[in-house]
């Protein structure tokens, strides 16, 4: 066997068991716990956003230039139960996903008119279940 080919071989294989290659069913799940805070904000149900998180979970950021920071419940509490009047204009996407084991990262751009948010979460497989842990943003113009 070549060098070349030992190689190679040696770095498929480092790949394949590195801790955070995720399985296809964890990815599926973590994306769908992301997708619950997206429904959250589409029908701006707090009801549905308290579904997305951890009660111990905290969201903080920095909004045209003030920091926030708000408890899972403080946050879901400012979801009236009615969409945003541009709802049907705004995009939410899921950039990147890393699992590993019960813990997980997900970068999401929500682009909410005149405003985009680029999110980082932070989620823990608890009782088998994705729940979103915490929560960073930031936020820009949208260009």
Not at 18 to 41: C, L, N, T, W
Not at 51 to 65: D, S
Request: glycine fraction near 6%.
């Amino acid at each position: 066997m070549s060098t070349r080919y030992r190689s190679f071989i040696t770095v498929l294989c480092l790949a394949l068991a590195a801790p955070g290659a995720a399985q296809p069913s964890a990815d599926k799940d973590v994306r769908a716990a992301i997708e619950q805070y997206f429904r959250g904000h589409a029908t701006g149900s707090a009801a549905e956003m308290r579904k997305a998180f951890l009660p111990t979970a905290h969201i903080e950021g920095v909004r045209n230039g003030t920091f926030t920071s708000w408890t899972a419940e403080e946050y879901s509490s400012r979801f009236t139960g009615k969409p945003a009047a541009d709802e049907a204009s705004r995009r939410r996407t899921i950039d990147r996903v890393d699992v590993s084991g019960t813990a997980a990262m997900v970068r999401a751009t929500l682009v909410h008119g005149a405003t985009t948010f680029t999110d980082y979460f932070v989620l823990l497989r608890v009782n088998g279940e994705w729940k979103i842990a915490n929560k960073v943003y930031s936020s820009a113009p949208t260009r």
